[in-house]
């Protein structure tokens, strides 16, 4: 870690944390709320690495009191929750559930009192099972469903919630969910997941005119990035890079900013129909960037189904999650976004950054966690660089406020800036929490130290 202070940001620069609702909320069955593909994955055996389900994950839904207070504590502007679906809509149409929607607004109504802004996402992968029974995201019409329930909770926060954001990280819903099977609903349909695409972005371009239409807020979409570093320095190494940044950083970037699919992937465009284009590129007021790492790909070998081959790139140090470090990638991203999309290109909020490491009390009960502020250190140098650089970003979001149920690895590996000891709920900051409140006050302050 850099020992000098930590880099300025312009006045006006949004300081947040993340978070979703089944990795925290918990009480899976209560009030009214319904079932999601994520509890049927989570009670499938063998599908999460310890066993784990988010029946109660962090007790959240009971706990909201003691997490906004933790997120008062740190001195951010805004926090970044996700609504379940399944909580207001328990069937995914029709009858609204009144005490899932009490639930937000509580949520939201206590983080204007403490001076925070509400950033509500609206879809974070717990698709009301009803929904996925009759086709999910590969059918059409749950993309119409998907407006519906955006204009149901806008229509009850549209005056609170500050930002909203439709999707959280469409593609590895679509390539985890319905083309490798690691997360729910666990389909296995490689390359032809592409009508998980379509219809998750069809449901966002349909959401954005409801939520224009009930609030006046600005409206984002969050989608992860990673930028491809090509490993190999033949002309099929170099042409498989090409494919895997066409599929990991435009699939759902080139449509929303009114390019249409990249051609070079080759899927069957069947399910675009007229006029899909144009719903999907409505104008969005920010582009979310969730970042963790870059990807080292190369060609694959002949014999292989893909045009591509994934390799763990060498000579970084690596979280808990074997995901390398790397903080310039971050900058190398944000120049891409820019020379890629110019004009087009929204401002930026960085809706996720953040790592996974094995933290726990030590004797005296506090959870130093060095590696994570190095990492969010290391990151923030990279984003000042890359604001010199000339790219528009607006705010920095940590994934995560707490240590939380991490899909498919369970309880194995903890983001937070505070520990959650999960056998009796306790919340404990550790060390980054602490180095991450006089980094937001010193920015406050402004340049003067
Ligand atoms: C994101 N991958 O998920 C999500 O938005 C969060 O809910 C999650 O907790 C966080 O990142 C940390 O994983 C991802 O396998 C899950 O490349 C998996 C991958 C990337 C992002």
Partial sequence: MSTAPPPQFPAGFRWGVSTSAYQIEGAATEDGRGRSVWDTFAHTPGRIADGSTGDVACDHYHRHAEDVALLAGLGVSAYRFSVAWPRVQPDGSGA??????????????????????????????????????????????????????????????????????????????????????????????????????????????????????RSGSPVAIANNYSPVRVVGDT???????????????????????????????????????????????????????????PTGVRAAADDSPLPFELVPLEGYPRTAFDWPVVPDGLRELLGWLHRTYG??????????????????????????????????????????????????????????????????????????????DFATQARTPKSSYAWLREVIAASRRGPDR
């Avoid at 990249?262 to 590129?281: C, K, S």
């Fill in 96 to 213: 609204v559930n009144p005490a899932g929607l009490d639930f937000y607004e509580r949520l939201v109504d206590d983080l204007l009192a403490r001076g925070i802004d509400p950033v509500a996402t609206l879809f974070h992968w717990d698709l009301p099972q009803r929904l996925e029974d009759a086709g999910g995201w590969l059918a059409r019409d749950t993309a119409h469903r998907f407006a519906e329930y955006a204009d149901l909770v806008a229509a009850r926060l549209g005056d609170r919630v500050k930002l909203w954001i439709t999707l959280n990280e469409p593609f590895i819903h679509m390539s985890l969910g319905h083309g490798t099977g690691k997360h729910a609903p666990g389909r296995t349909l490689l390359f032809d997941a592409f009508p998980a695409a379509h219809h998750q972005l069809l449901g966002h371009g349909l959401a954005v005119a409801a939520l224009r239409a």
């Fill in 235 to 293: 002309g099929a190494d170099v042409a498989a890079g090409a494919a895997y940044e066409a599929l990991h950083n435009r699939l759902f970037t080139d449509p929303l900013l009114g390019r249409g699919y990249p051609e070079e992937l080759g899927f069957d465009q069947t399910p675009v129909r007229a006029g899909d284009l144009d719903t999907i590129a409505a104008p969005l007021d920010v582009l979310g960037v969730n970042y963790y790492n």
């Fill in 343 to 420: 004009a087009a290109l929204p401002p930026v909020q960085i809706t996720e950054s953040g790592c996974a490491y094995d933290d726990a009390p030590d004797a005296e009960g506090r959870v130093p966690d060095p590696h994570r502020i190095a990492y969010l250190d290391g990151h923030l140098r990279a984003l000042r660089a890359a604001l010199d650089d000339g790219v528009d970003v607006r705010g920095y979001f940590v994934w995560s406020l707490l240590d939380n149920w991490e899909w498919a690895e369970g309880f194995t590996k903890r983001f937070g800036l505070v520990h959650v």
